[in-house]
């Protein structure tokens, strides 16, 4: 499977200072489990596409990822650690 990178500003659209530099430094690719689960739907998350929070590693289907940034406007944070982010890093995976 091959990967590719791309970065997607926050859900407001608002573009954030020093997003150029990031997203050309953005790297994301990751491998998965069979079991491996969204935290927040809990489906499997090899059958669709990833999303990654920019600041931690915590992998979730792109839809559900969009979908909580989008409630959460105030403070967006990461699902699993609580790590404030504000864009999200779209990832093909390779399956282990």
């Known amino acids: 499977m091959r990967n ?6 926050d859900t407001e659209g608002q573009k954030h200072e020093g997003m150029e530099e990031m ?5 994301c690719s990751t491998l998965l489990h069979d079991g491996d689960t969204c935290p ?3 489906n499997c998350l090899l ?8 600041n931690c590693s915590h992998a979730f289907c792109m839809t ?3 979908k909580w940034a989008e409630v959460r406007l105030r403070s967006k944070v990461c699902v699993v650690c609580v790590c404030c982010f504000s864009f999200i890093k779209l990832c093909c995976v390779q399956q282990l």
Do not use: N, T, V, Y
């Open 64 to 66: 559900c990822i969009l």
């Open 47 to 54: 059958e669709q596409e990833i999303g990654f929070p920019e």
């Open 23 to 27: 997203e050309e430094s953005c790297s």
């Open 4 to 9: 590719k990178k791309q970065c997607i500003q």
């Open 40 to 42: 927040i739907c809990l």
